[in-house]
Each structure stands twice: as structure tokens, then as C-alpha cells.
């Protein structure tokens, strides 16, 4: 039997391997690819999930890296952290742009916990900002399920796509509080065939093995 694989696509952040550790702290196979990667040789190893991780490029500039738009077609569940959230509204139309006020360090996120990104975390959560860009006008057919004080669009979902894009708007790192319950429910979504995008990625507590 051909076990359940989750595919982490580095769009050179820094916690590409933090990232893979979380997913398979929940049990989950995972491997790390270079965006870079041919399609082609993620397509066959048949992932049950990707992931695109942060970077420090700003998703709308013409020379930053990017993705064949052939991946959102393929009905996997896609979980987008930081950069790789930011790309992902910028492809599917939404607007990414320079944040009229950058957020860096502890924020107050409001959140909908009706959302299947935030079922197990507390309506408001304190993160870690470090970023210039933010997502100021959501792509068609996401709902909004989160925001901070400067950012209207923290969080938003489409359900029929089955896409999620949390907090999505970091050029280099988010940590969330409470991460690691966040990621635990984002594996369970994806175990289900959803497809998730979001950027909980980092606990804000300090990795004691780092």
C-alpha cells in the first residue's frame, strides 16, 4: 500500500524543515522539493497534500518565483505558508501589494473558528509578524476568516475549491501561538481531502532543539 505522502515546495523560506517536522510530528510522510521542481516528478509521487513555504520575495514582482498555475488543477490539497500564501491569492487573482503599515512582532489575530483552519485555536491569537506585503483584497470566491488590526485579510477560504489561505501575507516568517494544534487540524483536513492553505507553520515558542 502506497503510504500518504505530504510534498513541502521551498520558495526559500526559512522554515522549510521546521515545517516538515510539524506535519510529521502528526504522523504524516513528508519530503521537500525546490519549487524549481518539474511538475512532473511531484505529479507522480501522487501527494496527498503540498505545501508552498515562505520566502522573502514579493509575490507580485515579475522576477520572484513562482508556479506553474497547472498544480491548482490537480485536486491535491494545497496548504500555502507566508510567501507561498501570498503567491497563491496573487495567482488566483487577488490583490498582494506593499502593506501600508508592516507588522513585526507579536500581533493580535482575530479569528473564525467556524473555519476549519482555527477549529482548535481561540478566537483571538497572538502571532509573530515579520512582513512588508499583505494580501489586501482576497481572490474570487474566498471568505475572509481572519484579520489583524493592518490587515483585512489574515485568513480566507474558498470551500468549494477546497483552497484556505491563513494569515497569508508574510515575505519571511509567521509563528503562531498555538501552531502546533493548528497544524494537527490542518492534517486532518487534508487527510480528508480538503485543500488547505494556510500559514500557521511556526510555533511562537522557542524550538529547544534549534
Not at 522554515?15 to 518539474?38: F, G, H, K, M, W
Not at 522573502?56 to 514582482?61: D, K, R, V
Not at 484579520?147 to 516568517?173: E, F, M, W
Request: proline share 7%; charged share 20%; hydrophobic share 35%.
Amino acid at each position: 500500500m502506497q503510504q500518504e505522502t505530504v510534498i513541502v515546495l521551498d520558495f526559500g523560506g526559512q522554515y522549510n524543515q521546521l515545517i516538515a517536522r510539524r506535519v510529521r510530528e502528526c504522523n504524516v510522510y513528508c519530503e521537500i522539493y525546490s519549487y524549481r521542481t518539474d511538475l512532473a516528478k511531484i505529479k507522480a509521487k501522487n501527494p496527498k497534500g503540498i505545501i508552498f513555504t515562505g520566502g522573502p520575495n514579493s509575490a507580485y514582482l515579475p522576477d520572484s518565483p513562482t508556479i506553474d498555475p497547472e498544480i491548482y488543477t490537480w485536486g491535491v490539497p494545497i496548504l500555502g505558508i507566508c510567501y507561498g500564501s501570498q503567491l497563491m491569492m496573487h495567482m488566483l487573482g487577488g490583490k498582494v501589494c506593499k502593506a501600508p503599515e508592516r507588522e513585526y512582532g507579536k500581533t493580535l489575530v482575530d479569528l473564525d473558528t467556524a473555519s476549519p483552519l482555527f477549529d482548535t485555536l481561540p478566537a483571538q491569537n497572538v502571532c509573530w509578524m515579520s512582513h512588508n506585503d499583505y494580501i489586501e483584497q482576497a481572490a474570487p470566491g474566498f471568505e475572509i476568516v481572519a484579520h489583524t488590526p493592518n490587515c483585512p485579510v489574515a485568513a480566507a477560504q474558498d470551500k468549494p475549491r477546497g483552497l484556505y489561505c491563513s494569515i497569508g501575507r508574510c515575505t519571511d516568517c509567521v509563528m503562531v501561538v498555538d501552531g502546533v494544534p493548528n497544524v494537527r487540524t490542518c492534517m486532518t483536513a487534508l487527510k480528508e481531502g480538503m485543500k488547505v492553505q494556510t500559514q500557521y507553520g511556526v510555533s511562537a515558542k522557542k524550538e529547544e532543539d534549534e
